[in-house]
């Protein structure tokens, strides 16, 4: 089997996603706005193009002609999939899936209204003066987020009614696309949160689950994860029904990162991913015998996947750089690599800013071993790198 992959985006995720491809022997073309994008680096080609232009979409798959178009962020003419759909090229998980997910309001409307799921109260809004409105309706404090925006930009929490103005600028700043419009969610007072990655399968085989894994966050991006999080068997079971029933809506086949609150009254749906996601970088650690790249290759592909076992606990902490940089360099490599059951990787991102995620440590230990003992290991192992300009 050889088959071409058309990957949109084609950050860190995407690079996993494409050394994990080239090792059972697929061509990948990489595409991003901006050149050396860290997929493009183990790619077999790349485009450099604006992803929301529709006409530049199309030229690419023309000229490519792929297999498979696998979005892996949300900047994207999502729209012109069904497109593709007809002319026989799969899209992953498929085009109504990733229309619907690049987008808050669609999926938050699937989820809440069609499929009755536990959602926090949310209203939108289209203008600063909207948002006044929505922030009443559902209260103080709440959460703001732009409808299309990635690892967390233009999110924000509203504490009183000084932070609305700021909070609508923040969010049409990190907004990604050309809609501007918000969700407000009223505060859902939970005591965790959780990542469950979902993958569903074609030919009729089961919808299968990993283990799930605990994150936290700082300024609306992830710092920490590890797998397995504690979870009531009654809150996983519940979480297990809602992923099950969100995603057979979506359709298709692949690897979803579906997000819940958890809290003393139940299971909150959140945010789905139509595809890796970044807490499930934790799956590097040797967590699961498959990495989540993996399981999304191989439900992509039509692989069968027998199991999802498992195999040790592990967490991940991200490394941030501090500074702008053209042109990045690391110190602490020694460091790090002499540390016992501990891995890292370096996206190999061509610029630099502060707070920009550039890499990831690794720790993994038996099931035994305290979850609370291996987040702290990857916490100093990730300060042990430094990023320098």
Same mark, same amino acid.
């Given at each position: 089997?050889?088959?071409? =992959?058309?990957?949109?985006?084609?950050?860190?995720?995407?690079?996993?996603?494409? =050394?994990?491809?080239?090792?059972?022997?697929?061509?990948?073309?990489?595409?991003?706005?901006?050149?050396?994008?860290?997929?493009?680096?183990?790619?077999?080609?790349?485009?450099?193009?604006?992803?929301?232009?529709?006409?530049?979409?199309?030229? =690419?798959?023309?000229?490519?002609?792929?297999?498979?178009?696998?979005?892996e962020i949300e900047a994207i003419?999502?729209?012109?999939?069904?497109?593709? !759909?007809?002319?026989g090229i799969t899209v992953v998980?498929?085009?109504?899936?990733?229309?619907?997910?690049?987008?808050?309001?669609?999926?938050?409307?699937?989820?809440?209204?069609?499929?009755?799921?536990?959602?926090?109260?949310?209203?939108?809004?289209?203008?600063?003066?909207?948002?006044?409105?929505?922030?009443?309706?559902?209260?103080?404090?709440?959460?703001?987020?732009?409808?299309?925006?990635?690892?967390?930009?233009?999110?924000?929490?509203?504490?009183?009614? !000084?932070?609305?103005?700021?909070?609508?600028?923040?969010?049409?700043?990190?907004?990604?696309?050309?809609?501007?419009?918000?969700?407000?969610?009223?505060?859902?007072?939970?005591?965790?949160?959780?990542?469950?990655?979902?993958?569903?399968?074609?030919?009729?085989?089961?919808?299968?689950?990993?283990?799930?894994?605990?994150?936290?966050? !700082?300024?609306?991006?992830?710092?920490?994860?590890?797998?397995?999080?504690?979870?009531?068997?009654?809150?996983?079971?519940?979480?297990?029904?809602?992923?099950?029933?969100?995603?057979?809506?979506?359709?298709?086949?692949?690897?979803?990162?579906?997000?819940?609150?958890?809290?003393?009254?139940?299971?909150?749906?959140? !945010?789905?991913?139509?595809?890796?996601?970044?807490?499930?970088?934790?799956?590097?650690?040797?967590?699961?015998?498959?990495?989540?790249?993996?399981?999304?290759?191989?439900?992509?592909?039509?692989?069968?996947?027998?199991?999802?076992?498992?195999?040790k606990a592990g967490a991940s902490?991200?490394?941030?750089?501090?500074?702008?940089?053209?042109?990045?360099?690391?110190?602490? =490599?020694?460091?790090?690599?002499?540390?016992?059951?501990?891995?890292?990787?370096?996206?190999?991102?061509?610029?630099?800013?502060?707070?920009?995620?550039?890499?990831?440590?690794?720790?993994?230990?038996?099931?035994?071993?305290?979850?609370?003992?291996?987040?702290?290991?990857?916490?100093?192992?990730?300060?042990?790198?430094?990023?320098?300009?």
């Open positions: 089997m050889k088959t071409k =992959i058309l990957l949109l985006g084609s950050g860190e995720l995407g690079k996993e996603f494409v =050394i994990t491809a080239q090792r059972i022997g697929q061509t990948v073309i990489a595409v991003d706005s901006y050149e050396s994008a860290p997929a493009m680096q183990v790619a077999h080609g790349f485009e450099v193009i604006n992803m929301l232009d529709g006409a530049e979409l199309d030229r =690419i798959v023309a000229k490519h002609q792929p297999d498979f178009i696998v979005p003419r999502t729209e012109r999939f069904y497109d593709y !759909e007809k002319q998980p498929s085009a109504k899936a990733a229309n619907f997910t690049m987008n808050r309001k669609a999926i938050r409307d699937l989820a809440a209204k069609e499929l009755g799921l536990r959602t926090a109260n949310y209203r939108y809004a289209t203008s600063a003066n909207e948002l006044v409105k929505a922030v009443s309706e559902v209260g103080i404090p709440c959460v703001v987020k732009p409808l299309m925006s990635s690892s967390g930009k233009g999110q924000s929490t509203i504490k009183s009614t !000084e932070d609305i103005t700021k909070a609508w600028n923040y969010a049409v700043e990190g907004s990604r696309g050309d809609v501007v419009e918000v969700i407000v969610e009223a505060f859902v007072n939970f005591h965790s949160e959780i990542t469950l990655l979902t993958v569903t399968q074609n030919h009729n085989l089961p919808t299968l689950f990993c283990a799930p894994i605990g994150h936290r966050q !700082e300024r609306g991006d992830y710092q920490e994860s590890w797998q397995p999080a504690k979870v009531s068997e009654k809150d996983i079971l519940e979480a297990q029904d809602m992923a099950r029933k969100v995603t057979e809506a979506l359709g298709g086949a692949g690897l979803f990162g579906v997000e819940f609150f958890l809290t003393n009254e139940g299971v909150y749906f959140s !945010e789905l991913s139509p595809r890796p996601h970044d807490t499930g970088m934790v799956t590097l650690a040797g967590t699961q015998n498959f990495n989540e790249f993996e399981l999304h290759l191989r439900a992509v592909l039509g692989l069968p996947i027998a199991e999802i076992t498992l195999e902490a991200v490394i941030l750089a501090a500074e702008n940089s053209n042109h990045p360099t690391y110190l602490g =490599i020694e460091q790090i690599a002499s540390l016992p059951k501990t891995d890292f990787r370096i996206f190999g991102k061509p610029t630099s800013r502060p707070y920009r995620r550039m890499g990831v440590a690794l720790v993994n230990d038996s099931l035994e071993t305290p979850m609370e003992e291996i987040i702290e290991r990857a916490k100093t192992a990730a300060k042990l790198v430094k990023v320098m300009v």
